[in-house]
């Protein structure tokens, strides 16, 4: 199904991370100025070449352990079809820092091809408390929608993972657990590694125990970019692609063009190769 998604082997996924939208602690009461970066990064992320871009609410934080506000999530699907325009490119979206059905509402609604979830299944802990897996909810959302032909991509994390199983401490979670609960029991179409440590061994192995594509949410430099992505099935851009900060004060750069091609052009030969998930 995602090689349908995204339409080439080993996809490039381009983070589109949006300015805060209405309804967050940071919004600054105009949309015309998240509305006109968001064109900005879109249109150098299809015109650098990556195969897809996710559209994320990441400056809204503190996030929401629930839904998202309904005035952000309105403008969050106004700002993807303004995208559309831009590019047809399959599009993502993910709302943080938890809310699937937000999500699949949004991509249902704009035409979008899939979606990321932060935790689809267990419990995990993070800045705003603990998380509960989301995917009882998901699957009666998505059978009440109609809807079969979104992706769902699921992130896996030890990293923020509440570490026991079943509450025995001598029974620690392993990577391959969480995968294979978000596939199994979740239903994900795919998965997203997210833990800054992993080596490209460490996908590789659990890729090959997997009949489902392993995507990795790369954070590395450059150079280490071919490793990573001959490791996994394709691979999340965010940092990576992102202008150096002017100032200590500048947490928000945006993207850089030129940096989108220095990766496209070196990952180039790992993605004209056949995938095996039709």
């Given at each position: 199904?995602?090689?349908?998604v995204?339409g080439?082997h080993?996809?490039?996924?381009g983070?589109l991370?949006?300015l805060?939208?209405p309804?967050s602690?940071?919004w600054?009461?105009?949309?015309d100025?998240?509305i006109a970066r968001?064109?900005?990064?879109?249109?150098?992320?299809a015109?650098?070449g990556?195969?897809?871009?996710?559209?994320?609410n990441?400056?809204?934080a503190?996030?929401?352990?629930?839904?998202?506000?309904?005035?952000g999530?309105?403008?969050?699907?106004?700002?993807i079809?303004?995208?559309?325009?831009?590019?047809h490119?399959?599009i993502g979206v993910?709302v943080?820092?938890?809310?699937?059905e937000?999500?699949?509402a949004i991509a249902m609604?704009?035409?979008?091809?899939?979606?990321?979830v932060?935790?689809?299944?267990?419990?995990?802990?993070?800045?705003?408390g603990?998380?509960?897996?989301?995917h009882?909810?998901?699957a009666a959302y998505?059978?009440?929608l109609?809807?079969?032909?979104?992706?769902?991509?699921?992130?896996?994390?030890?990293?923020r993972?509440?570490?026991m199983?079943s509450?025995?401490?001598?029974n620690p979670i392993?990577?391959?657990y969480?995968?294979?609960?978000a596939?199994?029991?979740g239903?994900?179409?795919?998965?997203?590694?997210?833990?800054s440590?992993?080596?490209?061994?460490d996908?590789?192995e659990?890729?090959?125990?997997l009949?489902a594509?392993?995507y990795y949410?790369?954070?590395h430099?450059?150079?280490q970019?071919?490793?990573y992505?001959?490791?996994?099935?394709g691979?999340?851009?965010?940092?990576?692609?992102k202008?150096?900060?002017v100032?200590?004060?500048?947490?928000?750069p945006?993207?850089?063009l030129?940096k989108?091609?220095e990766v496209?052009?070196q990952?180039?030969?790992?993605?004209?190769?056949?995938s095996?998930?039709a």
């Amino acid at each position: 199904m995602m090689t349908k998604v995204f339409g080439k082997h080993k996809p490039l996924i381009g983070v589109l991370q949006l300015l805060p939208l209405p309804g967050s602690i940071e919004w600054k009461g105009s949309i015309d100025q998240v509305i006109a970066r968001a064109e900005q990064e879109a249109t150098a992320l299809a015109t650098g070449g990556v195969d897809a871009i996710l559209v994320e609410n990441t400056f809204d934080a503190p996030y929401a352990t629930t839904r998202m506000d309904t005035a952000g999530a309105i403008a969050m699907g106004l700002i993807i079809r303004r995208i559309m325009h831009f590019t047809h490119l399959p599009i993502g979206v993910n709302v943080l820092k938890n809310d699937p059905e937000t999500a699949l509402a949004i991509a249902m609604n704009v035409g979008a091809r899939f979606i990321r979830v932060g935790l689809l299944t267990g419990a995990a802990i993070c800045e705003t408390g603990v998380l509960e897996g989301k995917h009882r909810d998901l699957a009666a959302y998505k059978r009440l929608l109609q809807i079969e032909d979104i992706a769902v991509l699921a992130d896996v994390s030890l990293e923020r993972t509440v570490p026991m199983v079943s509450g025995n401490p001598a029974n620690p979670i392993s990577l391959k657990y969480l995968a294979k609960q978000a596939l199994e029991q979740g239903g994900a179409d795919g998965l997203i590694l997210t833990d800054s440590g992993l080596q490209p061994a460490d996908i590789t192995e659990l890729s090959q125990s997997l009949d489902a594509p392993v995507y990795y949410d790369y954070g590395h430099p450059l150079h280490q970019v071919n490793a990573y992505l001959e490791a996994a099935d394709g691979l999340l851009l965010s940092t990576v692609i992102k202008k150096s900060s002017v100032t200590a004060q500048d947490l928000r750069p945006t993207v850089d063009l030129t940096k989108v091609e220095e990766v496209l052009a070196q990952t180039e030969p790992l993605r004209t190769q056949t995938s095996s998930f039709a």
